[in-house]
């Protein structure tokens, strides 16, 4: 009888890592340059010269997902406008450049990143902008996640005071004050927690490229949901783990041999 008894869970958890293997693919990704884009876009402005390049995966959902937002972000690269340049624009040597590529990051369970990074050039300017922005995916659902998806009700205050203090010598340092710092939708899992990710110049200058501030996973635990954190060691306080030492049997063996000892 006990040994059926101690059979039947094991067996529930081998059905259950069997579900979970069958509703979440492993994901496996290339890269590979958009085959309909154009390589040049010319109007009365002047010419856009493109470098586009996306992911292929074993998920077709998500490489719609990175066709569609190619299509919505940069339109003129997939219209039938001019794509020859005018005796005008030939005379200027001054061209625009735009340049966006997909990555994938990496997954956690059903928990996929990827990153999708822009550089823009205008004709005359200083200087590019560069961006990158992280998208991640509930890979059960099919969903995009937002920050508001993956915190608790209620928390967001919270996070916001929690990720300052975690933050605080560098952004005093930038002379960002509390009530100065927002959280930003742009956030990725990183080794040691969320990190939050902001635009050029909004919190440093553009020499210094875009900020990132990290929220440790031992405080976001307690203010995001525990289906979107990755698996989390059991972070013990001090006085948890005096306590946790003090009950256990190793120890109390440790204290009666070093009374032996001494008795000796």
């Known amino acids: 009888m006990l040994g059926a008894c101690q059979e039947k869970p094991e067996t529930q958890v081998n059905q259950q890592q069997a579900t979970q293997s069958q509703d979440v693919q492993l994901i496996q990704s290339q890269n590979e340059k958009i085959a309909d884009a154009k390589a040049q876009f010319c109007d009365e402005d002047g010419c856009t010269l493109y470098d586009l390049q996306t992911v292929k995966t074993n998920l077709p959902w998500l490489n719609d997902y990175f066709k569609q937002r190619f299509h919505k972000d940069l339109p003129d690269a997939f219209t039938e406008a001019n794509t020859v340049k005018t005796g005008q624009q030939k005379a200027s040597a001054a061209l625009s450049q735009s340049r966006m590529w997909v990555r994938y990051v990496g997954q956690n369970q059903k928990l996929a990143t990827f990153v999708i990074q822009t550089y823009l050039y205008g004709a005359g300017a200083a200087h590019g902008m560069s961006h990158q922005e992280y998208v991640n995916f509930d890979?059960?659902?099919?969903?995009?996640?937002?920050?508001?998806?993956?915190?608790?009700?209620?928390?967001?205050?919270?996070?916001?005071?929690?990720?300052?203090?975690?933050?605080?010598?560098?952004?005093?340092?930038?002379?960002?004050?509390?009530?100065?710092?927002?959280?930003?939708?742009?956030?990725?899992?990183g080794a040691n927690g969320i990190v939050f990710v902001y635009p050029l110049y909004e919190l440093a200058s553009y020499a210094e490229g875009m900020s990132e501030l990290t929220l440790p996973y031992s405080q976001a635990q307690a203010l995001m949901k525990k289906q979107y954190l990755p698996t989390l060691p059991t972070y013990l306080s001090d006085e948890q783990l005096i306590s946790a030492a003090a009950e256990s049997p190793t120890a109390a063996s440790a204290v009666s041999a070093s009374t032996a000892v001494v008795e000796k």
């Open 139 to 189: 890979l059960s659902s099919q969903q995009r996640l937002s920050l508001d998806d993956i915190i608790l009700p209620g928390r967001s205050q919270q996070l916001l005071k929690q990720l300052y203090d975690a933050n605080s010598i560098w952004l005093q340092a930038h002379q960002i004050s509390p009530e100065k710092l927002e959280l930003s939708d742009n956030f990725y899992y």
